[in-house]
């Protein structure tokens, strides 16, 4: 999204490699590496007895474009990269077990930067891409052989026993070093070429998927995965077969799940049960006495593929996908479901008269999360030849078929929401529009979480005990004004008219967010929200910041509560907040209480209002709270360039500050007292969300003019890059003449939501 972008084409930052050989050039940057912005995997909350509920899959296709050089605007993704966002964010909540597959038709697909923070914000896994399609059968050898030598060599003597193809380790350790250096969590292996080596070459392969799992493990982390596509049979022959069975067994028992084709048919799903559910448990590892090497095997490691497009898929793909996914049954059978084609909601309407963003996310909703009321009309499945008719049900949300599962908890990983879903019209910093374009821009590292809990709609609920009809809600996604980012959640309330003594005061609960908090532990909230259309003469509005658990009991012990009244009309609630229950943690909603007071009950009111920021940390003692955060200094390195152009890369550091000892009460050396307050070892340092950049020129060899007069030119995020902006004279919104000299601002966005002020960021002077 940043209007000047980068330029790194460097092997390190390349988002795929065409080959294992273009693999080989590649070397991991250890601890110096550039990639220090990406959010690390913090896993979210296991559901209760996950045995039996199936997980969800989703595959986004990644046509990698060259960012366009706008004058007013950075196009990073297409359209297809825009799914993440969804997925990735208020139906993450819904959807238990949740990963998702970048993928393209290249040898080797890094997922983008963008994608795997926003993926990781959420807790939910991603993964690259290792395909070999047609042409693609000597690198299909070469990975397992390994890297060729450049000089004479060869065995010392012939072996006196017959060997079979050789197994090296080399590329499985290659792509975990890939796969952590940038950030991501493991490849889904599409093998859709023939394997001419027969049996002798499917089993090396086998092997070698158990070397590149044990590397990824060992490297990535625990949740390091390998999911073996159904393509390539025991044979070495190309025949997709649209369940488990013995011809792709081997393949699924080495990796760490299975990915079905698509093309199959209503009984297929219980018949891969049933072969599953045959399989012996030491051989699943299952077993007491099962090897300790084996990756233990569930059916929910079975992914049945669903099209969202279609193509020879059951129930006809698009809003009947439902049909589909009632034979995978993930809450009954068990079974995962793998998505293919999400793009369909944008790319079956794009070129249709009317069609806009407000569209697209009306019908986005509809396939997730539901319609806001009524019914869904959905066109009759089509049936192969031959195929006996498959009655189904009503129409019904993708998320509906999970169990919904909350964001990581707020004390591991701070939740920060400005409702953003990666896309925009303009960009606002504390309320004020600092940017605007007519195209609008896409920056899926700045995609939040959307609110779990409002869509369709709202389901609200009276505060005190009444038989009054509720208001009626509806929740939209606002781009026309927000607090920090690009948009706000807009929720709107009907209060019907009532004659009720009553109905004077009325008082309703707002869930926006579920959440796992930990017990015993003390968490921070706030919320940042704006009343529309200003204050009403017909009535008079309260609101509050607060949690309730999803099951109703052991409710939060809130510590304090404070209001902030900000600028243009928004407004900061903040409460403090523990569970003191013996249960280890509770899942709970956050969200808004709204009290409408007014003379004449008997008149509806309509209310709405706009959240622009919703924010949940740990908060720690006063002790370890007394730092200041700051962008401790600003530096420009100028790119190597024919061009008299201005080009070149910001980076900056940042720091924290500590009150002055005043007083040190130590008065022997066996007082049992520290000189002064420490902090602790982890996680009390200051983190962020992204940093917007602004610059300035000067209005003369010596002068610049006031901070304010600054103009927005972008953020950080852009390859992973935390604390780096690279420049482009050519995109710059004012004209730099030579000699000329301008001024960089950076300014910090932190994980709890604090834009910092001006003076505690830095800037840089660059010349021309």
């Known amino acids: 999204m940043p209007i000047c972008g980068n330029t790194d084409n460097s092997n390190n930052h390349v988002p795929y490699f065409k080959s294992l050989k273009e693999l080989d050039d590649w070397k991991p940057e250890g601890s110096g590496s550039g990639f220090n912005g990406i959010l690390k995997y913090t896993p979210r909350q296991p559901i209760a007895n996950p045995a039996g509920k199936g997980k969800l899959l989703v595959l986004f296709v990644y046509l990698h474009i060259r960012r366009l050089r706008l004058p007013a605007l950075k196009v990073c993704h297409d359209y297809k990269m825009r799914y993440l966002r969804i997925v990735g964010a208020e139906y993450s909540g819904r959807c238990h077990g949740l990963t998702s597959v970048s993928f393209s038709h290249h040898r080797i697909t890094v997922p983008p930067t963008g994608w795997i923070s926003a993926a990781h914000r959420q807790g939910v896994k991603i993964l690259g891409t290792l395909i070999f399609e047609g042409g693609g059968e000597e690198d299909c050898l070469r990975l397992l052989v390994g890297k060729m030598p450049s000089s004479r060599t060869g065995q010392v003597d012939t072996p006196t026993s017959s060997h079979t193809l050789p197994v090296s380790p080399h590329y499985a350790t290659v792509l975990a070093d890939l796969a952590k250096e ?3 969590d493991g490849y889904l292996l599409n093998f859709e070429c023939p394997l001419k080596g027969g049996v002798e070459q499917t089993r090396a392969l086998a092997a070698w998927i158990t070397l590149l799992q044990s590397e990824l493990l060992r490297k990535v982390g625990p949740h390091g995965t390998t999911l073996w596509y159904d393509s390539v049979v025991f044979t070495g022959q190309l025949a997709w077969q649209n369940r488990l069975n013995s011809l792709n067994l081997p393949f ?14 209503r009984d297929y799903p219980s018949l891969t049960a049933q072969y599953f559910l045959s399989l012996d448990p030491s051989l699943i590892g299952q077993a007491p006495e099962s090897q300790p090497y084996l990756y233990p095997k569930t059916l929910q490691d079975i992914y049945m593929g669903v099209d969202v497009w279609g193509r020879g898929s059951h129930g006809g793909g698009g809003l009947g996908c439902y049909r589909a996914i009632s034979h995978i049954a993930p809450e009954s059978l068990g079974l995962s479901v793998a998505l293919f084609g999400q793009a369909w909601t944008w790319e079956t309407e794009q070129d249709k008269p009317g069609w806009t963003w407000d569209k697209w996310w009306e019908y986005e909703r509809t396939l997730w999360a539901g319609p806001i009321s009524g019914t869904v009309d959905v066109p009759e499945a089509p049936r192969r030849e031959g195929e006996p008719e498959c009655p189904h049900g009503p129409f019904l949300p993708l998320s509906s078929f999970f169990p919904r599962l909350s964001p990581p908890d707020p004390f591991n990983l701070p939740f920060h929401s400005t409702f953003c879903p990666g896309v925009g019209q303009s960009w606002l910093v504390e309320g004020i529009r600092v940017f605007e374009s ?13 609110g779990d809990m409002v869509w369709p709609r709202p389901i609200l609920s009276w505060e005190d005990e009444r038989e009054d009809v509720l208001p009626e809600a509806l929740s939209a996604l606002c781009m026309d004004d927000a607090w920090n980012g690009g948009s706000s959640l807009s929720l709107s309330l009907s209060f019907p008219a009532s004659e009720e003594e009553t109905a004077a005061y009325r008082s309703v609960w707002i869930p926006i967010q579920s959440l796992t908090v930990t017990h015993q532990r003390l968490y921070e909230a706030q919320i940042i929200y704006k009343l529309q259309g200003g204050e009403s003469h017909e009535f008079d509005a309260e609101f509050a910041l607060a949690l309730k658990t999803v099951s109703g009991d052991n409710e939060p012990d809130v510590r304090s509560t404070s209001s902030t009244e900000l600028h243009g009309g928004w407004s900061k609630l903040k409460i403090e907040f523990t569970f003191t229950g013996t249960d280890t943690f509770s899942i709970v909603a956050i969200g808004l209480i709204v009290a409408v007071v007014t003379e004449n009950p008997d008149r509806p009111l309509n209310l709405s209002l706009l959240i622009g920021q919703l924010n949940v940390h740990p908060r720690p003692p006063d002790t370890h709270r007394e730092h200041d955060t700051l962008v401790l200094w600003a530096d420009f390195a100028t790119h190597v360039s024919p061009s008299p152009l201005l080009s070149g890369s910001l980076t900056w550091e940042v720091a924290t500050t500590f009150p002055r000892v005043s007083t040190i009460n130590i008065k022997s050396p066996e007082d049992p007292i520290a000189a002064w307050n420490l902090q602790p070892t982890i996680s009390w340092f200051p983190s962020f969300v992204y940093f917007n950049v602004y610059a300035q020129p000067y209005t ?13 030119i972008g953020t950080s995020g852009i390859n992973g890059e935390g604390k780096s902006f690279n420049v482009l004279q050519e995109n710059l919104p004012f004209t730099l003449t030579p000699s000329k000299k301008v001024r960089f601002y950076i300014q910090g966005l932190t994980d709890q939501g604090d834009v910092l002020p001006w003076n505690r960021c830095a800037f840089v002077d660059v010349s021309l």
């Open 438 to 450: 007519r195209n609008g821009w896409t920056d899926v590292d700045k995609q939040c979480s959307v």
């Open 700 to 712: 003369d060899e010596w002068n610049v003019g006031p901070v304010a007069d600054a103009v927005w």
């Open 182 to 184: 940038r950030g991501f």
């Open 252 to 265: 699924f028992l080495s990796s760490s799940g299975l990915f079905s084709n698509y093309a199959w048919g």
